[in-house]
């Protein structure tokens, strides 16, 4: 059980951001902090993906320990020319601190340096949120649909003596994804070419492009038999995903493209082989030959799930999507019944097992419109 949304301590933020900068995903970050997904992305958001700078004391700032020490000979009744001696502070310095934070009578150390660190904040406005006309011109060009770097270098061959118009690609996205700024709406992120809400580090995607999956079985190397559709037993699979990190397992078979669907406690490899074991063993022997998955590691555990079933598991080549494309169209279908956004995990399975007869109750014009479970009858019989 993940521990509630209460407020991030200094070590749990620090870890946080460390783990995000390695590129871990949102999910991966709760398990190890032991944390909701919907506290974690709270944090991840407020900040637009990217790491706040660390805040540091000036150097000529009074420290907890000589707030201590002024504390101390207060209740000692030393003079505040004798505190400031002591501390090498100037008197009119130990005047303001006292005065500041309650008098002689009422000063605490640890109050004190609270307050001070409180009011050593200097909110500073962004370029685009002082200068109108420069945020014009970035708001009309990502409306456009250009990128921060070609509004920035744009910027300087159009006003080439004028440096107010002037702003560099990193403001801008920083702008965008940090909204506290307050400059730029968040809707303009939509104009982005990925569209995202959030910075994501460069290590995830190094994470993601090296990411595999042990002992991977190609799909070049699938039956023959499983790439004509001549015989039954052949699945593809797939997992749709909804809001506040729900999904659901999706698996088609290719010869009579009947569909069975299964509800996930989370996108780990354990739940999702799991799920997909409980599945397979309720078939026949002769509906059990193949499974073709992508290349998410939700599989990662392919071989126990090999294992289990006796099912082999072949994955498709990278950026691939049409190898699975009866999964795929099926999951365009589903989208009827699960909305993108929509939290995935309030449907019981009772509820999952319900739309998959639905599917398989409508004529396919793929098989002469007849319908997934009239073909599926067929072939056993």
Not at 49 to 67: E, F, K, M, N, S
Request: aromatic share 6%; charged share 30%.
């Amino acid at each position: 059980m993940r521990r509630p949304n209460f407020p991030y301590n200094d070590r749990e933020r620090a870890e946080l951001w460390r783990l995000w900068r390695e590129g871990l995903s949102i999910n991966a970050i709760s398990v190890h902090l032991n944390r909701s997904d919907r506290g974690l992305a709270h944090e991840l958001h407020e900040y637009g993906g990217i790491c706040p700078r660390p805040r540091t004391r000036a150097r000529t700032q009074l420290t907890l320990a000589q707030r201590e020490e002024i504390s101390r000979r207060l209740s000692q009744g030393a003079s505040l020319r004798e505190i400031a001696r002591c501390i090498g502070k100037a008197p009119s310095t130990i005047s303001r601190e006292v005065k500041r934070n309650g008098g002689a009578e009422e000063y605490r150390a640890v109050n004190a340096d609270a307050a001070a660190w409180r009011r050593a904040l200097r909110p500073k406005r962004c370029l685009l949120q002082g200068n109108g006309r420069l945020r014009g011109y970035v708001i009309r060009g990502l409306a456009r649909r250009w990128s921060p770097e070609q509004i920035s270098r744009r910027l300087e061959g159009q006003y080439p003596s004028d440096q107010s118009m002037r702003v560099s690609h990193e403001t801008i996205y920083r702008t965008l994804f940090i909204q506290a700024r307050g400059a730029l709406k968040k809707q303009l992120c939509r104009h982005l070419r990925t569209g995202r809400m959030l910075r994501h580090p460069r290590a995830s995607a190094q994470r993601q492009a090296h990411s595999r999956i042990v002992d991977a079985v190609s799909i070049s190397q699938r039956p023959a038999q499983a790439e004509d559709r001549a015989v039954p037993g052949h699945w593809e699979g797939d997992l749709i995903s909804g809001s506040r990190n729900s999904h659901i397992v999706t698996l088609v078979e290719r010869h009579t493209r009947f569909v069975m669907l299964a509800k996930l406690r989370s996108k780990e490899t354990n739940d999702v082989v799991a799920a997909l074991t409980k599945k397979m063993q309720k078939l026949p022997t002769e509906l059990r030959r193949s499974l073709t998955w992508d290349r998410g590691t939700e599989m990662g555990g392919h071989k126990q799930f090999t294992i289990a079933t006796n099912i082999q598991v072949y994955f498709c080549d990278p950026q691939s999507p049409w190898q699975r494309g009866s999964n795929e169209n099926t999951n365009g279908l589903l989208r009827q019944y699960f909305p993108k956004g929509t939290d995935l995990s309030v449907h019981s399975q009772q509820q999952l097992d319900a739309v998959a007869r639905q599917l398989n109750g409508r004529p396919r014009e793929t098989l002469k419109f007849r319908t997934p479970a009239e073909k599926l009858s067929e072939v056993l019989r």
